[in-house]
């Protein structure tokens, strides 16, 4: 996991859900009576400090898995690890998760994951539901896409500005320089234009600053639609009047404030007991999801490595299902959720209203993977 780095403690929350839950198994008795060991190493987004992170963590501390992993310079492990045939259950910042047989997205995916290129042969899937939500839900029509000029978030700009527009968007793309990101120009651009609604493919920082761009502006949207790693505590207490409230995150879990799903109180409660004074992130309960779903697994009388593949979700996530997709299938069905900030809930909120939400025919398309996942 990056707990620092050049984006700051941005991946911190998967290791800090990570700790909350092994602390609460150990205090609850361990797995069959053994206590919990958890180990972490710090990458600070760097490839080379990342290889000598996963050699560390496998040869020396002989781990059964690598779970709740989080960095975007999983790269420089990935190759390692998959020779080494250790899981790896993680975010997919990068595409590792969509190429190697042993590594498994917290959202799974349907690649065939044969070790040689990343999706299907260096092209990846994704399906547009979430932007026909949008449209028909906030009556929007003119977009803008940001996404950086690295590879890992330039991929996820062009597939959500192809996404829409196979919906019916009129989409502009902004590229925003990763080492020093300024967005006035952008800003009086989409005025200019009469944009409605903002998808972005950054980090909080990036997205408070274009925000903060909007607001001296006095430019303001239907939607800023942002992804998981912006899904935390961090909106309430950073993020200016012009975009707090309209801040929008897709996602295929319930968000942390659904308390009323049992698993989800039980997160909050241990967070809040074992991770105390530290703000609440989506990817801590994500990783807390994914940690669950190994303990299940590793709690069957003979667990081993090859037999981690499959989970079903414990009223939090769509249901993770990694077997082999359709790649020609021109429609598919397309579940996922879609949280809300809003002060006057105090907070998250679920925008969907029911859970998951799906469309059983929304669009297939595909996209190159600008990266290979090494």
């Not at 968007?169 to 120009?185: C, E, I, L, R, W």
């Not at 939090?316 to 996922?336: H, M, P, Q, Y």
């Amino acid at each position: 996991v990056a707990e620092n780095g050049v984006l700051g403690d941005a991946f911190a929350p998967a290791a800090r859900g990570m700790r909350a839950w092994a602390a609460a198994v150990n205090a609850s008795g361990g797995i069959r009576g053994r206590k919990v060991i958890l180990k972490t190493c710090d990458d600070r987004e760097d490839r080379n400090r990342d290889l000598q992170c996963a050699q560390q963590l496998v040869e020396r501390d002989k781990v059964f898995a690598l779970v709740g992993v989080n960095t975007r310079s999983f790269g420089g492990a990935a190759q390692y690890l998959a020779d080494k045939q250790v899981p790896v259950i993680g975010i997919p910042i990068t595409n590792s998760y969509y190429r190697y047989p042993t590594f498994f997205s917290s959202y799974a995916n349907g690649y065939p994951r044969d070790g040689k290129k990343a999706g299907f042969d260096g092209t990846l899937t994704s399906a547009s539901g979430i932007y026909r939500w949008f449209k028909q839900n906030l009556n929007t029509t003119k977009a803008a896409v940001f996404a950086y000029d690295i590879d890992e978030s330039k991929q996820a700009g062009n597939a959500f500005a192809k996404g829409m527009e196979l919906e019916g968007f009129q989409v502009t793309q902004y590229a925003v320089s990763f080492a020093a990101p300024s967005f006035d120009q952008a800003v009086a651009d989409m005025q200019r234009q009469g944009t409605e609604i903002i998808v972005d493919a950054m980090d909080d920082g990036a997205n408070r600053k274009l925000c903060d761009a909007m607001e001296r502006r006095k430019f303001s949207v239907k939607a800023k639609v942002s992804t998981i790693v912006s899904m935390g505590d961090a909106v309430g207490n950073n993020y200016n009047d012009t975009c707090r409230n309209f801040v929008y995150i897709p996602g295929q879990t319930l968000n942390y404030q659904a308390t009323s799903v049992p698993e989800i109180a039980k997160f909050r409660q241990a967070y809040k007991r074992y991770q105390p004074n530290l703000p609440v992130h989506q990817w801590a309960l994500e990783t807390w999801m994914l940690a669950t779903m190994v303990k299940e697994y590793v709690d069957t009388p003979s667990p081993t490595r090859a037999g981690l593949v499959k989970y079903k979700g414990n009223g939090i996530d769509v249901g993770l299902n990694w077997g082999r997709g359709d790649r020609s299938a021109t429609k598919v069905e397309d579940c996922f959720t879609i949280s809300r900030w809003q002060d006057s809930e105090g907070g998250w909120t679920n925008a969907t209203n029911k859970f998951p939400f799906c469309y059983p025919d929304a669009i297939q398309y595909s996209a190159p993977a600008l990266e290979q996942g090494n």
